[in-house]
């Protein structure tokens, strides 16, 4: 399975821009690239997900390189709910098997 | 409101009396899949189901069950717990039987602990 590589853990200061990289290195053309996060307390939540190009939502933005190998999730104006751990995953359509990782621990500093 | 459920949401238990932590959703979901979280371990998938009766083993299936007999359910039973069982459980479900293009929902957790 292609694996993910992420940052143990970053901060950012509350109403800026947050970029969380991920490594995806052996992606292959089918695998679509998942970010969830995870609120203290709580089960993981859909954040974003894309394939090629970039993709935004309410949450957040996803930024895919052109050679797919690393993708990159910003939140535009980060605030202290944002604080979560971050995976990014990578899901193969049909694959039902899914490794999740130990993900991104963001902070948020006020 | 769409959401899966977990029950129960804290279990104390001892070393080998069954138990079943049910999980059900109502969005008519075709894929369910239960995951074990621990510190320093990241979530790991034990069991999933692309739809009724058809169930997998995920990387951690070690001394759980599961069965899918209606499409709602998807229970997670322990025959005989052990005190390695003891992790935070969570039960997630997809519209899609292949969830790459799908979003997962994740219910809130069940916190078991075995002694």
């Known amino acids: 399975d292609a694996k993910t590589t992420q940052p143990n853990s970053m901060e950012s200061n509350e109403e800026e821009p947050v970029h969380l990289p991920c490594n995806h290195s052996?992606?292959?053309?089918?695998?679509?690239i998942h970010w969830y996060r995870q609120l203290p307390s709580q089960g993981p939540e859909y954040v974003i997900h894309?394939?090629?190009s970039n993709v935004n939502n309410r949450m957040a933005s996803l930024a895919i390189a052109e050679d797919r190998k690393s993708s990159t999730l910003i939140l535009h104006r980060a605030t202290l709910r944002d604080a979560a751990v971050y995976y990014c995953?990578?899901?193969?359509?049909?694959?039902?098997?899914?490794?999740f990782g130990t993900g991104t621990r963001l902070t948020i500093i006020p | 409101e769409a959401q899966v459920t977990q029950n129960p949401r804290y279990l104390i238990t001892v070393t080998g009396k069954k138990l079943t932590v049910t999980c059900s959703q109502n969005?008519?979901?075709?894929?369910m899949s239960w995951y074990r979280q621990d510190p320093g371990l990241g979530l790991r998938q034990i069991y999933y189901?692309?739809?009724?009766?058809?169930?997998d083993k995920g990387d951690v299936p070690e001394g759980y069950k599961v069965s899918r007999k209606e499409k709602r359910n998807f229970p997670l039973i322990l025959e005989s717990p052990s005190p390695n069982q003891t992790s935070l459980y969570f039960c997630?479900?997809?519209?899609?039987?292949?969830?790459?293009?799908?979003?997962?929902?994740f219910g809130e957790g069940s916190r078991l602990t075995v002694l």
């Open positions: 052996t992606i292959s053309g089918t695998d679509y």
């Open positions: 997630a479900s997809s519209p899609l039987a292949g969830v790459g293009s799908g979003e997962l929902f």
């Open positions: 189901s692309m739809n009724v009766e058809v169930t």
């Open positions: 969005m008519n979901h075709e894929y």
């Open positions: 894309g394939l090629t």
């Open positions: 995953i990578l899901i193969y359509f049909g694959n039902e098997k899914l490794t």
